[in-house]
């Protein structure tokens, strides 16, 4: 008499999940453990990020950006926001989180983050 447990999933590694079939037989006095791994490929994650462009026109000086829409087929784990370009002397503080919230965007020019 044989008796199998099968569990799926079992764990998850990073790229691999794993099952592990527990078989027992009267005529075998070991318990026999296999491991069958599948593995897949991993996807690079998707960044979308709304409004993909705004124009803010004083006395106006706020915006808000919004990545809570981006995907990664493992699940997003962290965000992080650059500045790419701003006028001279602006350093905002950026916070690693889905959704950017800048304040004192009064001096004229182009402000790009990543």
């Known amino acids: 008499m044989i ?3 099968n569990v ?3 764990g998850k590694l990073k790229s691999l999940s794993f ?3 527990l078989l027992l037989s009267h ?6 453990i296999i ?4 593995q897949r490929e991993n996807q690079p994650p998707v960044a979308v990020v ?3 462009r705004q124009t803010i026109k004083l006395p106006v000086s706020e915006a808000v950006l919004d990545a809570a829409s981006s995907k990664d087929d493992e699940g997003v784990v962290s965000y992080h926001w650059e500045l790419t370009q701003g006028p001279l002397g602006y350093a905002p503080t950026l916070i690693d989180s889905p959704t950017l919230q800048l304040h004192n965007l009064s001096q004229p020019g ?3 983050y990543r």
């Open 3 to 5: 008796n199998s447990l």
């Open 8 to 10: 799926r999933p079992f």
């Open 35 to 38: 491991y069958i791994l599948e």
């Open 27 to 32: 005529s075998c006095p070991h318990v026999c």
């Open 50 to 52: 709304t409004p993909e």
């Open 19 to 21: 099952i592990i079939n």
């Open 110 to 112: 182009n402000y790009s």
